[in-house]
């Protein structure tokens, strides 16, 4: 007999396996030489938004100081968005210590990250310029290799690099790089067929006109860097990636503030998601529309239901077998002694095991080939079994209470949090 759950577990593992073989059609797909471009070195602006970063600040400027690009045609805006902390010292500091170096800082009440980028917007002078979260650190070399992304095409609104977590210490934080590795290698996927839909805080590189002509970055919502990601491709501009150009970021270090981070990223990409609804399932957006606009919440239901699912199991066996161990008293010992093994094989639910096996199989493969994509040793920092094992068979439930958290706060309107 087939039940209610059965039915959405099996609708929800082919809705899986139609996407895996979907994004493996465009892995194996063959893709355009990259043309070699002309090098060309426009005057370049970078804003860095500020929110009580005395900890990771000075590490962040000086990787803007050290990058391969002529001095005299950079500026570096820091944006203080009311930091009560050492920040503004410590920029005032860096400052005078680079007085070679056009380095300008505002100070503003804090009114969040958005309002920062728009502030430091309003005095840019560049004809590109990015954004540098305070917590991390761009590669030397990222001008030289994202600036002539945008030479063969005016409709290339943005360039995005490929982000690592800075030098992973704990457990969690080598979860974290697993993560992040596993999300480039999605970002691969989704660039060959024009579907990025964020341009990360981490040194994202914009058309300073094309921003300027959209209307800047939106400050209502909690995540503008999805926001204005998925309003370039409303308004049909291009948005590329790069692996040749990396950007470390410093990962949250305790559960409670990853847990924080990602309710507010994936609650951010839910109000969106929402908020441009006329997009999803719309053919005039191509696979945008079609695929990447559905699956942004489709992903957290589907964490959702095969979370909720495998609890569901789990309960029912662990409920079940504790009505059996009442019943015969707790006498282990006996039950123990009279053990024998009683396995019909026919009785096996074959189907569910195809299923674990199958996301299984998609899972390892994922994993192995997202770091021969992204060019990284699967033991580099010393990652160990335990964090590989807290990635592959805990975090996942991690997320599923994330998940859990957001359907809470659209049902009883919960207000978003900032930070």
Known sequence: MVTLLDTVLFSTYFILLFLSIFWLLVLFAPQEEKKKRTHQEPFFSTIVPAYNEEKSIRGTLQSLVDLEYPPEKMEIIVVNDGSTDQTKEIVEQFIQQHPQRKIILLNQKNKGKASAMNNGLSIVKGRFFACLDADSFVSSNALQVMLPLFEDDENVAAVCPMIKVKKPQSVLEKVQWYEYIINMFHRFLNAKLNCLHVTPGPFSVYRTEIVKKIGNFDE???????????????????????????????????????????????????????????????????????????????????????????????????????????????????????????????????????????????????????????????????????????????YGFFLTAVWVYIGFMVISGKRNFWH
């Not at 609890?311 to 053990?339: C, Q």
């Open 220 to 394: 209502q919502t909690i995540t503008e860097d999805l926001e204005i990601a998925v309003r370039l491709q409303k308004n049909n501009y291009n948005i590329l990636h790069t692996f040749d150009a990396i950007v470390e970021t410093v990962a949250p270090v305790t559960w409670k503030a990853l847990f924080r981070q990602r309710v507010r990223w994936y609650k951010g990409a839910t109000d969106n998601t929402f908020r441009y609804k006329d997009l999803v399932f719309n053919k005039k957006y191509g696979d945008f529309g079609m695929i990447r606009m559905p699956t942004i919440i489709l992903s957290g239901i589907i964490a959702i239901v095969l979370g909720t699912t495998l609890l569901h199991s789990l309960g029912k066996t662990i409920i079940g077998k504790l009505i059996y161990y009442r019943s015969i008293n707790f006498d282990f010992l006996t039950l123990i002694m009279n053990y024998r093994p009683d396995i019909d094989l026919l009785t096996l639910p074959f189907a569910k095991l195809f299923i674990a096996a199958t996301l299984m199989a998609i899972s390892f493969f994922i994993m192995v080939y997202s770091h021969k994509v992204i060019k990284e040793k699967i033991t580099n920092y010393g990652r160990t079994f335990l964090s590989l094992f807290t990635y592959l068979l805990i």
